[in-house]
């Protein structure tokens, strides 16, 4: 049976939570250190590892039927792929920052200027969009040091914390995109691996949503029982079931964490206990 060949990247960022994807979702790979390649046991699945870099460029030729890559790269090599899936980590934002002591009111000020960067074509056209023209500098890394050795004015850079920008003296002054891990896909897929393909992304899509959710166990008064229940109404609604000691119910209900964040507060109020939170491994909706 012919394969699902995915890149991955080779050893950086998104190594780690790409793999760790994989495995929640079931495929486990047979050679934990990474190679050039490996194949997947129990799953038709074979995994190529590359730079990031690369990888659009390799899913654009069909070399990997798809790739997990950052958005940011997705975007600079303007390759002939599809994005299908966004996956939630290794989030970052591209932004131009300038030196902290300069004065910066809006986009227009960088007409002229020099701008350092490893991602020109997100850049130029994002410029040329708002009418200015810059020079810009294309560096493949340690672009963050440019200013403060004459080589540029400015400059477009992957921000995460912003730590960085800071030990170099510099601020944020635009944010142009925001990235995060995604899955692109060649253009050119045959049915028999478009069905392997179907299957590998309901799988990513039920271990997504399950990290997304909690399952919650709370004892419950019964006199607020009601309002407990409206307020964590959960996928369908929530299972209650009667306590051993008289006039208490326990409540199971399935939240969003930042949903169940927003509600604590009024759950204590209605005089919820013994709340439990815990991860849930997969979920099928
Ligand atoms: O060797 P290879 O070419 O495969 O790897 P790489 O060095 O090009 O990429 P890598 O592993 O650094 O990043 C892979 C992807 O992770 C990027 O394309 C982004 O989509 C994403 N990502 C998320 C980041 C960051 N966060 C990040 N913080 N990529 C880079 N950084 C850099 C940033 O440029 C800055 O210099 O980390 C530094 C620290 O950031 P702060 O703001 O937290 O200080
Ligand atoms: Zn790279």
Same mark, same amino acid.
């Given at each position: 049976?012919?394969?699902?060949?995915?890149?991955?990247?080779?050893?950086?960022?998104?190594?780690?939570? #790409?793999?760790?994807?994989?495995?929640?979702?079931?495929?486990?790979?047979?050679?934990?250190?990474?190679?050039?390649?490996?194949?997947?046991?129990?799953?038709?699945?074979?995994?190529?590892?590359?730079?990031?870099?690369?990888?659009?460029?390799?899913?654009? !030729?069909?070399?990997?039927?798809?790739?997990?890559? %950052?958005?940011?790269?997705?975007?600079?090599?303007?390759?002939?792929?599809?994005?299908?899936?966004?996956?939630?980590?290794?989030?970052?934002?591209?932004?131009?920052?300038?030196?902290?002591?300069?004065?910066?009111?809006?986009?227009?000020?960088?007409?002229?200027?020099?701008?350092?960067?490893?991602?020109?074509?997100?850049?130029?056209?994002?410029?040329?969009?708002?009418?200015?023209?810059?020079?810009?500098?294309?560096? #493949?890394?340690?672009?963050?040091?440019?200013?403060?050795?004459?080589?540029?004015?400015?400059?477009? !850079?992957?921000?995460?914390?912003?730590?960085?920008?800071?030990?170099?003296?510099?601020?944020?002054?635009?944010?142009?995109?925001?990235?995060?891990?995604?899955?692109?896909?060649?253009?050119?897929?045959?049915? !028999?691996?478009?069905?392997?393909?179907?299957?590998?992304?309901?799988?990513?899509?039920?271990?997504?949503?399950?990290?997304?959710?909690?399952?919650?166990?709370?004892?419950? /008064?019964?006199?607020?029982?009601?309002?407990?229940? !409206?307020?964590?109404?959960?996928?369908?609604?929530?299972?209650?079931?009667?306590?051993?000691?008289? %006039?208490?119910?326990?409540?199971?209900?399935?939240? #969003?964490?930042?949903?169940?964040?927003?509600?604590?507060?009024?759950?204590?109020?209605?005089?919820?206990?013994?709340?439990?939170?815990? /991860?849930?491994?997969?979920?099928?909706?």
């Amino acid at each position: 049976m012919e394969k699902l060949r995915i890149a991955i990247q080779k050893s950086g960022r998104l190594s780690e939570k #790409s793999l760790a994807l994989l495995k929640e979702a079931g495929i486990s790979l047979n050679n934990g250190s990474r190679k050039l390649r490996s194949v997947a046991q129990s799953f038709p699945l074979e995994v190529i590892y590359l730079r990031d870099d690369d990888i659009p460029q390799y899913v654009e !030729d069909g070399v990997a039927h798809i790739g997990i890559v %950052g958005e940011n790269e997705y975007a600079e090599k303007q390759c002939e792929v599809d994005l299908i899936e966004r996956l939630g980590y290794s989030r970052c934002r591209l932004s131009i920052a300038v030196p902290k002591s300069e004065q910066y009111l809006s986009l227009e000020e960088l007409d002229g200027k020099r701008i350092a960067t490893s991602y020109p074509v997100i850049l130029e056209n994002y410029l040329q969009e708002h009418g200015v023209k810059a020079q810009i500098h294309v560096l #493949s890394g340690s672009v963050e040091l440019a200013p403060s050795i004459g080589m540029a004015d400015a400059i477009f !850079d992957i921000v995460s914390s912003g730590s960085t920008l800071i030990s170099n003296g510099l601020k944020e002054v635009e944010v142009i995109m925001k990235s995060e891990a995604v899955v692109i896909a060649s253009r050119n897929i045959n049915k !028999d691996i478009q069905a392997v393909l179907n299957d590998l992304i309901f799988r990513v899509r039920s271990v997504m949503t399950a990290s997304n959710n909690k399952y919650i166990l709370l004892n419950a /008064p019964n006199e607020n029982l009601q309002q407990i229940i !409206d307020t964590i109404p959960g996928m369908k609604s929530p299972t209650v079931m009667p306590l051993a000691e008289e %006039g208490w119910s326990s409540v199971h209900s399935v939240l #969003s964490e930042t949903e169940f964040w927003g509600h604590i507060d009024r759950l204590r109020e209605l005089g919820a206990q013994g709340i439990l939170v815990i /991860p849930i491994e997969k979920m099928i909706v």
